[in-house]
């Protein structure tokens, strides 16, 4: 973990927080260990050691709670370590005692061998010892059938118990990466095509590595735009980037920096901040002497998550989204699944607070996802 001193970039934090767009970053910011730089060039004063930054903290978390077992399990097991041991010894007695002490036969279907074994056999827990492991990894295994795989018993048996789902965000009940979800086209020059905005947007973005560019690239792709080659293009320290397309300067960058820069009409930033507004990161272009077109890019929501939290919520159970995204957005993809409750802007050891806080009013709480 750090704090930069020099240079802007963006910096994807979904892997720590599950921000699902890169947060710009400049002196003076904060980052975490695990994160990753996205395009241009960052000196970071380190303020964490290695075995106490955030990574570290969240493996340390993960191991805390893969060691606890079963409370059912752990009893069998203590039970078990006194009892077998115990079962053992007595017949070894029975098998040994009345031949040498009494003259009785060892050997033969009546010898006292085989009626020590007989009472091992029925003495011994092993019914009891391995009911429960077995009936746990068949539950177990049958849940793995339906694509579920649970990490041990103690897991599986607070199941029944819970009352509360607790969701990450991004990667969980959201697709895990950005889509352009809203394209408008505000040109008024006359001389632009449908896909115009899309088309020299791409040309730029076809040099550059931002998940934002991804979007916007893969739209044109799924469209079948023809990109143009582009010139002269320069990345504008996390607002977006300008070149020249087809002769024609171009700039693809966010509604603050055509704010400053560029006026625009009113309806377009309306519409922009009608964007915003939903929760999305709202992207414009412009070549020549206007805007062309208002792109609406958001990650979206999973296939069968609204179905899913319908079903938790028939049984009588709250859920509960713990993201470290913005509230805007985490309240759009919230309205959008049907969540009871969300929050938002927490980093890893909030979400953990907010599980314990959970589990006060709930008694037992399942959480969802890699948060």
Same mark, same amino acid.
């Given at each position: 973990?750090?704090?930069?001193?020099?240079?802007?970039?963006?910096?994807?934090?979904?892997?720590?927080?599950?921000?699902?767009?890169?947060?710009?970053?400049?002196?003076?910011?904060?980052?975490?260990?695990?994160?990753?730089?996205?395009?241009?060039?960052?000196?970071?004063?380190?303020?964490?050691?290695?075995?106490?930054?955030?990574?570290?903290?969240?493996?340390?978390?993960?191991?805390?709670?893969?060691?606890?077992?079963?409370?059912?399990?752990?009893?069998?097991?203590?039970?078990?370590?006194?009892?077998?041991?115990?079962?053992?010894?007595?017949?070894?007695?029975?098998?040994?005692?009345?031949?040498?002490?009494?003259?009785?036969?060892?050997?033969?279907?009546?010898?006292?061998?085989?009626?020590?074994?007989?009472?091992?056999?029925?003495?011994?827990?092993?019914?009891?010892?391995?009911?429960?492991?077995?009936?746990?990894?068949?539950?177990?295994?049958?849940?793995?059938?339906?694509?579920?795989?649970?990490?041990?018993?103690?897991?599986?048996?607070?199941?029944?118990?819970?009352?509360?789902?607790?969701?990450?965000?991004?990667?969980?009940?959201?697709?895990?990466?950005?889509?352009?979800?809203?394209?408008?086209?505000?040109? $008024?020059?006359?001389?632009?095509?449908?896909?115009?905005?899309?088309?020299?947007?791409?040309?730029?973005?076809?040099?550059?590595?931002?998940?934002?560019?991804?979007?916007?690239?893969?739209?044109?792709?799924?469209?079948?735009?023809?990109?143009?080659?582009?010139?002269?293009? $320069?990345?504008?320290?996390?607002?977006?980037?300008?070149?020249?397309?087809?002769?024609?300067?171009? $700039?693809?960058?966010?509604?603050?920096?055509?704010?400053?820069?560029?006026?625009?009409?009113?309806?377009?930033?309306?519409?922009?901040?009608?964007?915003?507004?939903?929760?999305?990161?709202?992207?414009?272009?412009?070549?020549?002497?206007?805007?062309?077109?208002?792109?609406?890019?958001?990650?979206?929501?999973?296939?069968?998550?609204?179905?899913?939290?319908?079903?938790?919520?028939?049984?009588?159970?709250?859920?509960?989204?713990? $993201?470290?995204?913005?509230?805007?957005?985490?309240?759009?993809?919230?309205?959008?699944?049907?969540?009871?409750?969300?929050?938002?802007?927490?980093?890893?050891?909030?979400?953990?607070?907010?599980?314990?806080?959970?589990?006060?009013?709930?008694?037992?709480?399942?959480?969802?996802?890699?948060?």
């Amino acid at each position: 973990d750090g704090v930069v001193l020099a240079g802007q970039s963006a910096v994807d934090e979904a892997a720590i927080t599950g921000e699902s767009m890169p947060v710009e970053k400049a002196p003076g910011a904060a980052v975490f260990a695990g994160t990753i730089n996205t395009h241009g060039a960052l000196e970071v004063e380190v303020t964490r050691l290695a075995a106490d930054n955030t990574l570290s903290r969240m493996v340390a978390l993960v191991q805390e709670a893969q060691s606890r077992q079963a409370p059912v399990q752990r009893f069998i097991d203590r039970f078990a370590r006194t009892y077998t041991p115990a079962v053992a010894v007595v017949a070894a007695l029975v098998a040994a005692v009345p031949p040498l002490l009494f003259g009785q036969p060892f050997w033969g279907e009546q010898g006292w061998l085989m009626r020590a074994l007989q009472m091992l056999v029925i003495a011994c827990p092993c019914a009891l010892v391995i009911s429960t492991p077995v009936s746990l990894v068949s539950a177990m295994t049958n849940a793995a059938s339906h694509g579920v795989l649970i990490k041990g018993g103690r897991t599986l048996e607070a199941l029944s118990r819970v009352g509360a789902f607790a969701f990450d965000k991004t990667g969980t009940l959201t697709a895990g990466r950005p889509v352009v979800t809203d394209q408008i086209d505000v040109c $008024t020059c006359g001389e632009c095509g449908e896909d115009c905005g899309l088309e020299h947007a791409a040309a730029l973005e076809a040099q550059s590595a931002h998940p934002l560019a991804q979007a916007l690239l893969a739209e044109a792709q799924a469209r079948h735009v023809v990109v143009p080659r582009a010139e002269n293009v $320069t990345v504008l320290s996390g607002r977006g980037v300008e070149g020249r397309v087809n002769g024609r300067e171009v $700039t693809v960058a966010s509604h603050a920096y055509f704010d400053e820069r560029f006026p625009h009409p009113v309806s377009t930033c309306q519409r922009a901040a009608g964007l915003a507004a939903e929760g999305k990161t709202v992207i414009m272009v412009r070549h020549g002497d206007g805007v062309c077109t208002v792109f609406g890019v958001a990650d979206v929501q999973r296939p069968g998550g609204r179905q899913v939290v319908a079903d938790l919520k028939a049984r009588g159970i709250h859920t509960v989204m713990l $993201t470290g995204d913005g509230q805007a957005v985490a309240a759009e993809i919230g309205r959008q699944v049907g969540i009871d409750e969300v929050r938002a802007g927490l980093l890893p050891e909030d979400k953990v607070s907010a599980v314990a806080a959970l589990r006060r009013e709930y008694q037992a709480v399942a959480m969802v996802g890699d948060g």
